[in-house]
Antibody, heavy 121, light 113 residues
């Protein structure tokens, strides 16, 4: 079955960087795009963008350009989210999500368990 | 951007009764190529990631109980839980995927009395 397993919680100081991993299994990795969604504590869901798992080309939503980088290592079927120059307002749970593809294009049909990133001095 | 709104913010439903959640989009999410609506519903239980329930506004994802149903078209949509169970306590989100950026509603919290 499809599984997206994310790396563990992180506690970082302001100005530091963090890299969250998302290991995919149970499907052909480069046939379905990977999305990222942020959920601040007690808040709703905010789509950050997606990465084309065939070309490696990322697309960022407004508000997630500059400090946020999506990348892949297809040899280990893993997607990454790197955030630099961390700010306290980046404190959130970050989810990786598989695109449904085909008739479920842009439907987010499988979610990772989430990675809590806490930014605090 | 397409703005999604939901009502109510929260509701408390007696066990076994019906729950109705409304979702409205600021623009039509009807996809002209197949005349279907690019609208999905997700369920997020406490401490868990969201789970896909419904896509194309009314197509249940595999494994989702048939007490969950979706309806609506254009800009107005409804998620109905017919016969709420204790395990349905969660926040429910609608999401449009008609155009980028993908946007979510603010969520509706469902409690069971």
């Amino acid at each position: 079955q499809v599984q997206l397993v994310q790396s563990g919680s992180e506690l970082k100081k302001p100005g530091a960087s963090v890299k969250v991993s998302c290991k995919a299994s149970g499907y052909t990795f480069n046939k379905y795009n990977m999305n990222w969604v942020r959920q601040a504590p007690g808040q709703g869901l905010e789509w950050m963008g997606w990465i084309n798992t065939e070309s490696g080309n990322p697309v960022y939503a407004q508000g997630f350009t500059g400090r946020f980088v999506f990348s892949l290592d297809t040899s280990v079927t893993t997607a990454y989210l790197e955030i630099s120059s961390l700010k306290p307002e980046d404190t959130a749970v970050y989810y990786c999500l598989k695109d449904g593809g085909g008739i479920k294009d842009w439907v987010l049909d499988n979610w990772g368990q989430g990675t809590l990133v806490t930014v605090s001095s | 951007d397409i703005v999604m709104t939901q009502s109510p913010d929260s509701l408390s439903v007696p066990l076994g009764e019906r729950a109705t959640i409304n979702c409205k989009s600021s623009q039509s999410v009807l996809y002209s190529s197949n005349n279907k609506n690019r609208l999905a519903w997700y369920q997020q239980k406490p401490g868990q990631p969201p789970k896909l329930l419904i896509y194309w506004a009314s197509t249940r994802e595999s494994g989702v109980p048939d007490r969950f149903s979706g309806s609506g078209s254009g800009t107005d949509f409804t998620l109905t839980i017919s016969g709420v169970q204790a395990e349905d306590v969660a926040v429910y989100y609608c999401q449009q995927y008609k155009s980028s950026p993908i946007t979510f509603g603010p969520g509706t919290k469902v409690d069971v009395k």
